[in-house]
């Protein structure tokens, strides 16, 4: 079984401050980790992943996770924030080899970038 | 390109009624997947095609049904709705069945049940 934990359902930051928004994993095998980002009113947008290679890993926007397999987590981080990074993010895992669609997601994080 | 279109994009039903939700994945994407995402949570995911084969279905009852058609598009059929069916039902389609790659989401499909 695989699951996600994000332990925050909120992150506040100041606009131009770093930003941090946790995620952990769970799976039996070796995972693939990505970060998506909605909208309100949207579908999700696909941020960044990590398969395999260089823990860390930067994607889309300026955003950047580092893979950290002995802590199980994939923190999505931002060295400066923006107002229009405002908007829910979701950490999403399967197991490798899986068939792509059969992704778990978390419950999501709410990040508020105050200007 | 065009990217994951879903229709309708928004719905009202009464409990008990029918629907189907329909899912054009991207041009060349073989899998699709739908998901329901209840207001305050994370999309669960229902059901996975690949090559018009149920490839996975998540813990769904059965009045939930799904097919794939020759052209890749895809139903999401729910039956006999209940009150906590409302949500955004999403379709996400990727190139292949297995591969390293992100899901590619449409906008979803906002349901209601009332």
């Known amino acids: 079984a695989q699951s996600v934990a994000q332990p925050e359902d909120q992150v506040n930051v100041a606009e131009g401050n770093p930003l941090t928004v946790k995620c952990t994993y769970s799976?039996?095998?070796?995972?693939?980790l990505f970060w998506y980002v909605q909208y309100p009113n949207r579908g999700l947008q696909f941020l960044l992943k990590?398969?395999?290679?260089?823990?860390l890993v930067k994607g889309s926007y300026g955003f950047e996770a580092e893979f950290n397999k002995s802590q199980t987590s994939f923190h999505l981080k931002k060295p400066s924030a923006l107002v229009s990074d405002s908007a829910l993010y979701f950490c999403?895992?399967?197991?490798?080899?899986?068939?792509?669609?059969?992704?778990?997601f978390g419950d999501g994080t709410t990040l508020t970038v105050k200007p | 390109d065009a990217g994951v279109t879903q229709s309708p994009t928004h719905l009202i039903k009464t409990r008990g009624q029918h629907v189907t939700l329909r899912c054009s994945p991207i041009?060349?994407?073989?899998?699709v997947s739908w998901y329901q995402q209840v207001l305050g949570q994370g999309p669960q995911f229902i059901f996975q095609?690949?090559?018009?084969?149920?490839?996975g279905r998540g813990n769904f009852p059965d009045r939930f049904s799904a097919r794939q058609f020759p052209n890749y598009s895809s139903e999401l059929n729910v039956n006999a709705l209940l009150l906590g069916d409302s949500a955004l039902y999403l379709c996400?389609?990727?190139?292949?069945?297995?591969?390293?790659?992100?899901?590619?989401f449409g906008e979803g499909s906002r349901l209601t049940v009332l």
């Open positions: 996400a389609s990727s190139p292949r069945g297995r591969n390293t790659g992100e899901l590619f």
């Open positions: 799976v039996s095998g070796n995972p693939y």
């Open positions: 990590y398969i395999t290679g260089d823990n």
């Open positions: 999403a895992v399967r197991e490798e080899y899986t068939n792509a669609g059969k992704s778990t």
């Open positions: 041009s060349g994407h073989k899998s």
């Open positions: 095609y690949y090559e018009k084969e149920e490839r």
